[in-house]
């Protein structure tokens, strides 16, 4: 079991920062990705930004050169820092520990998990981007 625990979500003008935070109870394998995913009223829950074991990352299109993520192994504590916020940003942000073979690659290049009992998710924390 792995347990996630996001904070930093809040409310900002556009072109804001923020920075979110995911403790993470334990270290996760190699068949892992660690990431962060969001969730707007009425849509689906969509990958945003991931990295696995190596430090490899990859960005949705959406947030590329805006946001960045990245991970503390000393601090088991996992990040995504939010630069040029704008409006559509505004969702709920998830942490999240998915096996990486249930990614999948939806419509418009966005990514969906399928669920999977050994997916781990936190509690979620909201973004809110006014104009």
């Known amino acids: 079991q792995v347990q996630l625990v996001e904070s930093g979500g809040g409310s900002v003008q556009s072109g804001g920062s923020l920075r979110l935070s995911c403790a993470i109870s334990?270290?996760?394998?190699?068949?892992?990705?660690m990431g962060w995913f969001r969730q707007a009223p009425g849509k689906e829950r969509e990958g945003v930004a991931l990295t696995d074991n190596l430090g490899n990352t990859k960005s949705t299109d959406s947030v590329k050169g805006r946001f960045t993520i990245s991970q503390d192994n000393a601090k088991n504590t996992l990040y995504l820092q939010m630069n040029s916020l704008k409006p559509e940003d505004t969702a709920m942000y998830y942490c999240?520990?998915?096996?990486?073979?249930?990614?999948?690659?939806?419509?418009?290049?966005?990514?969906?998990?399928?669920?999977?009992?050994?997916?781990?998710w936190g509690q979620g924390t909201q973004v809110t981007v006014s104009s």
């Open positions: 334990r270290y996760t394998t190699s068949d892992y990705f």
């Open positions: 999240a520990a998915v096996l990486q073979g249930t990614l999948r690659l939806g419509v418009g290049g966005r990514w969906y998990v399928a669920p999977n009992v050994n997916n781990y």
